[in-house]
């Protein structure tokens, strides 16, 4: 045997191409932001700032993790918004002023919880669209906010509540440590439990799976449930952070809350996709905003971009499946 015939053949340009593209968009993103966060202004680089950024991106987190689930399984959320402004109006607006810290956190919860769970009835009982259902429970919700309020801002957030948002362990702000430890038992969850196998078989082929004896509407339904209660944990840290009440917020946060998804890697009706493509989604999202600012880009601007971004990861997984 000759040495040369030892050597391994190099992979030709189509096997290069396949691998590059099986990546989630969102990781190529994220080293082509820090790669231009680092030319810009090295300063930027330094870990508190990141993680100063990343911590305003962990309500998105949350709720990213809560859309990922509904995405697996062939449906949709889109009465984030609407949890987010209950949320706040829930924390702000004084019901709750004389309740143990615990309630301030757990009542919310609660009602993210239910809230997932109609979503999640509708769509998997009574058949109707996910589109159409969430859609317009967000609308329920900013229209019952906007009349208990009567149009204005409801408070101020508890201290307490504030303190959690401030507080850091080391350099890592605790609000970036509970959205890392979400993500770990949502990827837990997929992987290891009978539910998320259940997600994987519902997401490839709802009927094949439903034919097979599995409890479709149940899964869901679950799905939704645990969706909401996911996005009602980042509306309790989106609030925290804020320390106002608003009626002003709402549907960026759900379109931010797909396009972050969808740039993660995971699509609608493949049952495919982890939770560390759309977790850092979020983080290069973020930094892309935090770029764009340093670059003076206005909001309009940040918009189009962000647009083009999400395009480019969709034309991205066309390629892949075809």
């Not at 709802?206 to 009602?232: C, D, I, K, N, Q």
């Not at 971009?305 to 499946?321: M, N, R, S, Y």
């Amino acid at each position: 045997m000759t040495e040369a015939s030892a050597e391994p053949s190099p992979l030709p340009p189509r096997r290069w191409g396949r691998r590059i593209l099986a990546v989630p968009p969102s990781y190529i993103v994220l080293v082509v932001v820090l790669v231009a966060l680092a030319a810009a202004n090295p300063n930027l680089m330094k870990p508190q700032v990141l993680l100063t950024f990343i911590r305003q991106a962990a309500p998105l987190g949350f709720a990213v993790l809560g859309q990922s689930l509904v995405m697996r399984v062939r449906s949709i959320d889109l009465s984030i918004g609407g949890i987010f402004i209950l949320t706040n109006y829930v924390i702000t607006a004084g019901m709750l002023s004389d309740c143990p810290p615990a309630v301030l956190i757990l009542v919310p919860l609660a009602i993210g919880f239910v809230v997932g769970l109609v979503n999640g009835v509708l769509v998997a009982v009574v058949r109707a669209s996910a589109v159409i259902v969430t859609l317009a429970v967000s609308i329920i919700l900013t229209g019952l906010v906007l009349f208990l309020a009567s149009g204005r801002p409801p408070g101020k957030v508890p201290v307490e509540l504030r303190a959690i948002s401030n507080a850091h362990i080391d350099i890592v702000p605790v609000p970036v440590l509970l959205w890392l430890a979400a993500a770990i038992l949502v990827a837990l969850l997929l992987r290891y439990l009978i539910y998320g196998r259940f997600i994987a078989a519902i997401g490839s082929n709802p009927r094949a799976a439903e034919l097979s004896g599995l409890p479709l509407p149940r899964v869901v339904v679950v799905t939704h449930a645990l969706s909401g209660l996911l996005t009602a944990a980042g509306a309790v840290l989106f609030t925290a952070a804020l320390g106002i009440g608003s009626v002003k917020f709402g549907p960026e946060l759900m379109m931010n809350s797909i396009a972050a998804t969808i740039l993660g890697g995971v699509t609608f009706g493949s049952g495919r996709g982890g939770v560390a493509g759309p977790f850092v989604g979020v983080v290069a999202f973020a930094l892309l905003s935090t770029l764009m600012t340093v670059f003076g880009i206005q909001e309009p601007g940040k918009l189009i971009v962000q647009g083009a971004v999400i395009a480019v990861a969709a034309v991205i997984h066309g390629i892949k499946t075809r």
